[in-house]
């Protein structure tokens, strides 16, 4: 038996391969814990900002509670005002719908009226030919 005997060059590049694929593995690796421990830290800055602006809302509240109370009234004022509207609006456009709809309906149930005859036309009687023109005589 022949034994075959294996080039060692690929084996060594494909060693070589295998090995910066690790590398590269590794350092993207490495980046995405960076990146999320950047953006932990930024939504833990974001966290603190949005807890002193709740801090500031609620002084604002309690030194102002009865203007917002007041505007809260009204908008709720309006917007009974507008759901009763809408609702007649609604009611009304349904009237209207069925009606024209009965009418459209109706309209459709009577016979249509027979069509009108075509008007007779005379046949064409023939011209008379014209006589034949005659030509001018020429000089002598």
């Known amino acids: 038996m022949d034994d075959t005997i294996i080039d060692p060059l690929p084996l060594d590049r494909l060693e070589t391969a295998v090995t910066r694929l690790r ?17 932990g830290i930024q939504f833990g800055r974001l966290n603190g900002r949005i807890d002193q602006f709740a801090a500031k809302m609620d002084g604002l509240d309690v030194a102002l509670g009865v203007k917002f109370d007041a505007a809260n009234a009204k908008i709720d004022a309006v917007s009974q005002r ?16 069925n009606a024209l709809g009965k009418s459209i309906a109706g309209a459709n149930s009577t016979a249509p009226a027979p069509p009108l005859p075509a008007p007779v ?11 034949p023109a005659q030509l001018p005589r020429s000089r002598p």
């Open 23 to 39: 590398y590269v593995a590794i350092a993207v690796m490495i980046i995405l814990i960076a990146g999320f421990a950047f953006l």
């Open 82 to 97: 507008l759901a009763v509207e809408l609702k007649t609006m609604e009611a009304e456009m349904a009237a209207r719908t």
């Open 121 to 131: 036309q005379p046949a064409p009687t023939p011209a008379p030919k014209p006589a």
